[in-house]
């Protein structure tokens, strides 16, 4: 909860060691974080020591709310914002940092989607689905003609895929020509599906690493609900951190502090 504008004014001022008991911090990185500029810079005694108000406690509470939301390096470039004067600054961050969750959250619906698109469901008493055709030496190997066919795309895009590692075909000692194992048509399937759905190479890298961690796509259903829960803890976390951060906009405009650069800073 944020203090009053009269608390901010009555209170005696703290030291480090005050402001850093309240959080289970070192004295020295509430000094650390004063030097970044995640604090107010600090008053000084009459003997030179630090001294802080509750506002740099506000601010501190604010940064640490901010952390599991925006992580450290965001977090810090907030507070680093507002401290100077720049709102706007600082809101805009803020909006990066949602928008990178709407990210996450539609990468997170659209691997699900894809997933369900590889392993579709078979009714009881049917049989199962035919094995994909294979061409080459050994069962359950797919050239890279036949499976870009069923894919609906040219060669030479498998092989792009090929080279920023989303698809790993083995080489025909024989002949030297790509060589496609059940993996690797799942990968380029998937692979597939996403880029359909409009994300890029790179960020559908970190899909397929999923995927081949978890052995394949039934296992990764664990790790979706395990993504699914950090995507939602952390809009909980900008959600309290978003408070905590409002909280110390009004107190810093209830307490009329300046930025670095105005009149009534420099005076």
């Known amino acids: ?17 005050d402001l850093a008991r309240r959080h289970g911090l070192s004295t020295q990185a509430v000094r650390n974080y004063e030097e ?8 000084r005694s009459a003997h030179g020591y630090r001294t802080y108000t509750p506002l740099h406690a506000q601010a501190l509470a604010a940064f640490l709310a901010l952390v599991p939301g925006h992580g450290h390096r965001s977090a810090a470039s907030i507070m680093r914002a507002v401290n100077r004067g720049a709102t706007d600054e600082a809101l805009r961050l803020v909006d990066e940092s949602h928008a990178r969750l709407l990210d996450d959250r539609r990468t997170l619906r659209a691997v699900a989607d894809a997933l369900r698109d590889l392993t579709p469901a078979v009714e009881p008493g049917s049989a199962p689905a035919p094995a994909a055709e294979t061409a080459g030496p050994g069962a359950g190997r797919t050239f890279v003609g036949a499976l870009a ?3 609906g795309i040219r060669p ?28 690797d048509v799942r990968d380029a399937r998937l692979v597939h599906l996403l880029r359909r759905g409009g994300y890029l190479l790179d960020q559908i890298a970190p899909v397929i690493d999923r995927v081949r961690t ?3 796509p039934e296992p990764l259903e664990a790790t979706l609900r395990d993504w699914h829960g950090r995507v939602s803890a ?12 409002a909280a110390y906009l009004r107190e810093r405009e209830e307490d009329d502090v300046p930025s ?3 009149p009534k800073a420099t005076a």
């Open 234 to 245: 952390r809009g909980r976390a900008m959600l309290a951190g978003a408070a905590e951060l």
């Open 36 to 43: 970044d500029g995640i604090l107010p810079a600090a008053g």
């Open 149 to 151: 066919a069923e894919l």
């Open 214 to 216: 978890a052995g394949g």
């Open 260 to 262: 670095p650069h105005s």
């Open 156 to 183: 030479a895009t498998l092989r792009t895929w090929e080279r920023a590692g989303l698809v790993r075909p083995r080489r025909d000692p024989l002949t030297g020509y790509r060589l496609y194992a059940e993996a």
């Open 1 to 17: 909860m944020g203090l009053n504008a009269r608390n901010l004014q009555s209170e005696v001022p703290m030291r480090p060691i």
